[in-house]
């Protein structure tokens, strides 16, 4: 018989059908004569409940066993169930312990642990009901990402990980090399690259977006989504060394096109998460954020606040005193200041657009003031900062005189200016953080709690 999944048990009719479950046993229960286990296997929140009426010789042997952490298969007949809060369970005629989990020493017993105690058992932590929805809904957005795009028409194209070039101009990549560093150090001598594996430095890549615009200049519609690494020393709730991003780029669109891209993609994200993962965000809506649904569901129902970077930091410096970094123009917002825009001014996401040229990358299309460029960052309350994006420099003569005024290398990026020399577009894209994506969605507080195996500075642990 094929092995129906406990989500998929939950689509049958209770009608006394013989079935086998095989799951982790999350708890055991004596009542009277009878035991109850609460199976999962993941593919729901919810466990599978299994009774078993005065289990005797053999069985009460099996059971004696199955205590929570165990995996076993379990059979018998699906009935509608006497208790409240769960359709049917299963009236158990046999159980077998499939792998134990000795009490003493199986780390998830029945109980509260801290999310920081979870981390240090990043292997174990997935048999919770916390991150098993956050994988379940993790799995969702991604597939969702795939379908928003695809049916606009955007063709994936896959990035490399290892480049030569710096993307955002920032300088925070982690090099790659297979130069035998401790020999190095001792002969003290200076690095020669070309015995390096590339032949010159290489490195992760910070953002796929500079590979992703050549394909942009041919195929007009464009994402990738891949991992992304930046080597800042940022040890906050909101950063990790390693995230995945979501990066469209759309050849002939202006920053109002790409705002509204963004928007409608940010939105059919909301909705498919409220639509299809509802069992999962009512236990975030309990257990970690209350309120997440309603908020989540207001988000559907207006148009994004915009305004300029220099409007939003009049408003700030109004506020001066409700900082612990004083605003001024100029000053790159930090995420205090993004939230107080959303959660006092704005009351929901919100659009920011025009930052000065000095707080963002050196492709941003400039603006005729000379001091601004056409950034669009969307920020959203709790934690700020969700999408970042532009409208590139489209033109050449402009392009290069800001690489030069950045000190970076001309050189490096020659392909890139090579867009620029032959059918040059006026073209707009952004990036969306997956693991921000996930803040927003589940109303987990950190972000190292939304990547099964989270990597900051220190900690690159399993
Ligand atoms: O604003 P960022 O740095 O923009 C880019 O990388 C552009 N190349 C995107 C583009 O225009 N194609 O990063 C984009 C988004 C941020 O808004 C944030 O959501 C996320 O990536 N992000 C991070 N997420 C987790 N940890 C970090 N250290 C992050 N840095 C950026
Ligand atoms: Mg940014």
């Known amino acids: 018989m094929k092995l129906l999944s406990v989500k998929e048990i939950a689509g049958l009719e209770a009608d006394g059908r013989q079935v086998t479950v095989k799951g982790w046993v999350r708890t055991k229960r004596a009542v009277k004569s009878a035991v109850f286990l609460e199976v999962n296997d993941g593919s729901r929140l919810s466990n599978l409940q299994c009774v078993f009426e005065s289990p005797e010789g053999e069985m009460a042997e099996e059971l004696a066993k199955a205590g929570t952490g165990a995996s076993v298969a379990v059979e018998g007949i699906l009935i509608p169930s006497p208790a409240a809060g769960q359709r049917f369970e299963v009236r158990a005629s046999s159980c077998r312990v499939i792998g134990e989990a000795p009490a003493d020493s199986y780390p998830l017993q029945k109980k509260a642990h801290s999310m920081e105690f979870l981390r240090e058992i990043a292997h174990l932590r997935p048999r919770t009901n916390t991150f098993g929805a956050v994988a379940r809904v993790r799995n969702r957005m991604a597939f969702a990402i795939h379908e928003f795009l695809q049916a606009k028409g955007f063709n994936y194209i896959h990035t490399p990980l290892i480049t030569a070039s710096d993307a955002e101009g920032a300088g ?158 100029g000053l790159d917002l930090q995420s205090e200041h993004e939230k107080f825009l959303c959660e006092k001014i704005a009351g929901g996401p919100l659009f920011l657009t025009d930052y000065p040229k000095e707080i963002k990358s050196f492709y941003m299309k400039q603006n005729a003031d000379g001091k601004t460029v056409r950034a669009m960052d969307l920020l959203v309350p709790r934690f700020g900062e969700i999408i970042g994006g532009s409208e590139r420099e489209e033109r050449l003569d402009l392009l290069e005189k800001r690489i030069l005024e950045l000190g970076l290398n001309l050189d490096a990026y020659g392909w890139y200016l090579d867009l620029r020399r032959f059918g040059t577009t006026p073209h707009s894209g952004f990036g969306l953080g997956f693991e921000r994506l996930m803040l927003y969605v589940t109303g987990m507080a950190n972000i190292r709690d939304v990547i099964p195996f989270p990597r900051a500075p220190r900690l690159a642990d399993f």
């Not at 090099?175 to 190095?184: F, I, K, N």
């Open 172 to 329: 925070a990549m982690f090099q790659v090399t297979t130069l035998d560093l401790d020999r190095l150090a001792k002969s003290g001598g200076s690095v020669d690259y070309s015995k390096d594996f590339f032949g010159k430095p290489a490195y992760l890549t910070v953002s796929g977006q500079l590979n992703v615009e050549t394909y942009c200049q041919a195929l007009s519609r464009v994402y990738t989504f891949g991992p992304t690494f930046r080597a800042e020393n940022s040890n906050t709730s909101r950063h990790l060394s390693e995230f995945w991003m979501i990066e469209p780029e759309v050849a002939f669109a202006e920053l109002s096109d790409n705002m509204e891209l963004a928007e409608d993609f940010l939105k059919h994200l909301v909705r498919t998460a409220l639509c299809d993962c509802a069992e999962d965000l009512a236990f975030f809506d309990e257990r970690i954020q209350s309120g997440l649904i309603e908020s989540l569901k207001a988000v559907l129902d207006k148009p994004f606040a915009h305004m300029t970077y220099t409007e939003a930091m009049a408003i700030l410096e109004q506020s001066a005193s409700a900082f612990e970094v004083k605003p001024y123009w």
